[in-house]
C-alpha cells in the first residue's frame, strides 16, 4: 500500500510562484512514477507532468512546459512541483498520483488548491 499526502498550494498573483509537495510512504516500487495532474472548475482532470521515482526521467504537459518543474527528494521521499509565471489559466486543484511505469495513476493525493488571481 502506498500513500500519498500533498502540501502546499494558496492564492497568488499572475507571474508568482508556488511550490507543491507530494510525500509519499509505504510499498513503493522503483518501476514506478509521480505523476502531477490538475482539475480546473468545469473541466476534465488534465496531466500537467510526471517524474520517475528514480528521478532519471521528466516530463511536462505543453501548457506548463518551461515554467514548471519536477523533482524528486530522495531522502524525504517527496516530490515538488515547482510553478513559477503562474497564469490564472493555472488555476486548478493539483493532484499527485502513483502509478507504475505502465498505466495510469491508482493512488492519489487528497488535493491541493492553487489560485492565480490579482
Known amino acids: 500500500q502506498v500513500d500519498l499526502v500533498q502540501s502546499g498550494g494558496g492564492l497568488v498573483q499572475p507571474g508568482g510562484s508556488l511550490r507543491l509537495s507530494c510525500a509519499a510512504s509505504?510499498?513503493?516500487?522503483?518501476?514506478?512514477?509521480i505523476d502531477w495532474w490538475r482539475q480546473a472548475p468545469g473541466k476534465e482532470r488534465e496531466f500537467v507532468a510526471f517524474?520517475?521515482?528514480?528521478?532519471?526521467?521528466?516530463f511536462y504537459a505543453v501548457p506548463v512546459r518551461g515554467r514548471f518543474t519536477v523533482s524528486k527528494d530522495k531522502a524525504k521521499n517527496t516530490v515538488d512541483l515547482q510553478m513559477n509565471d503562474l497564469k490564472p489559466e493555472d488555476t486548478a486543484v493539483y493532484f499527485c498520483g502513483y502509478r507504475t511505469v505502465v498505466g495510469p495513476p491508482t493512488i492519489w493525493g487528497q488535493g491541493a488548491q492553487v489560485t492565480v488571481s490579482s
Open positions: 509505504g510499498r513503493i516500487s522503483t518501476n514506478s512514477a
Open positions: 517524474i520517475t521515482w528514480t528521478g532519471f526521467n521528466q
